[in-house]
């Protein structure tokens, strides 16, 4: 499945560092999604947009920044993390209403 | 929130074993979903549930829909060394604006098939 695609696939971070998390989705959805999936728990939704705009923030500490330039492309930019920030981030879009589409995820570990 | 309570945690099986898991929660869904995700991979959607009752296969798998819409069902029948993964299950908890859908997941049911 290429559908998403998700760079880089592993990252490792200082606390005091600033990275940048990269999603793509050629199946030419509307909607782009970020997940947080940490151990032992249920994926977590993140964000939420739809033609570009914001239409979700769940409660998403600052440090986490997204962006979406357009429709195919989502980014988060991450700022200060702490190790509890580790996780595999996932993307995901669809058409609106319908079935999301997962990239396979960035590995991050804060250190 | 709306929570989903997935079971078993893990399983290990023997290759060609039948597995059954299933998903619970305390508010009603109108639609299941049932992903796998392999090591390394994000989650892929296997079966999708729209109406209480429905049962549907993909392959060796079947999903049920429960009646009370509160609980859903995942059948493997003969199993294989590619099933290992990990399988969620997940349901729209509320629309977004804009049309999408937030979903929530059940923590996973982790399984292990021994050949």
């Known amino acids: 499945e290429t559908g998403v695609t998700q760079t880089p696939r592993h990252l490792v971070m200082g606390m005091t560092n600033k990275k940048s998390l990269k999603c793509e989705q050629h199946l030419g959805h509307n909607a782009m999604y970020w997940y947080k999936q940490s151990a032992k728990k249920p994926l977590e939704l993140m964000f939420v947009y739809n033609f570009k705009e914001q239409t979700e923030n769940n409660s998403v500490p600052s440090r986490f920044s997204p962006e979406c330039p357009n429709s195919s492309h989502l980014f988060l930019h991450l700022h200060t993390l702490q190790p509890e920030d580790s996780a595999l981030y996932l993307c995901?879009?669809?058409?609106?209403?319908?079935?999301?589409?997962f990239g396979p995820g960035t590995r991050l570990t804060v250190t | 929130g709306q929570q989903l309570n997935q079971s078993p945690q893990s399983m290990f099986i023997q290759e060609g074993e039948d597995v059954s898991m299933n998903c619970t929660s305390s508010?009603?869904?109108?639609?299941w979903l049932w992903y796998k995700q392999d090591p390394g991979e994000g989650p892929v959607l296997l079966i999708a549930?729209?109406?209480?009752?429905e049962l549907t296969s993909n392959g060796r798998l079947t999903a049920q829909f429960g009646i009370t819409r509160k609980d859903s069902f995942l059948n493997i029948s003969a199993s294989i060394p590619s099933d290992v993964g990990i399988y969620f299950c997940?349901?729209?908890?509320?629309?977004?604006?804009?049309?999408?859908?937030?979903?929530?997941f059940g923590k996973g049911t982790k399984l292990t098939v021994n050949p």
């Open positions: 997940a349901g729209p908890s509320s629309p977004v604006e804009g049309g999408s859908e937030k979903l929530v």
């Open positions: 508010s009603i869904f109108n639609t």
């Open positions: 549930l729209y109406k209480a009752g």
């Open positions: 995901a879009s669809s058409r609106t209403g319908g079935r999301q589409y």
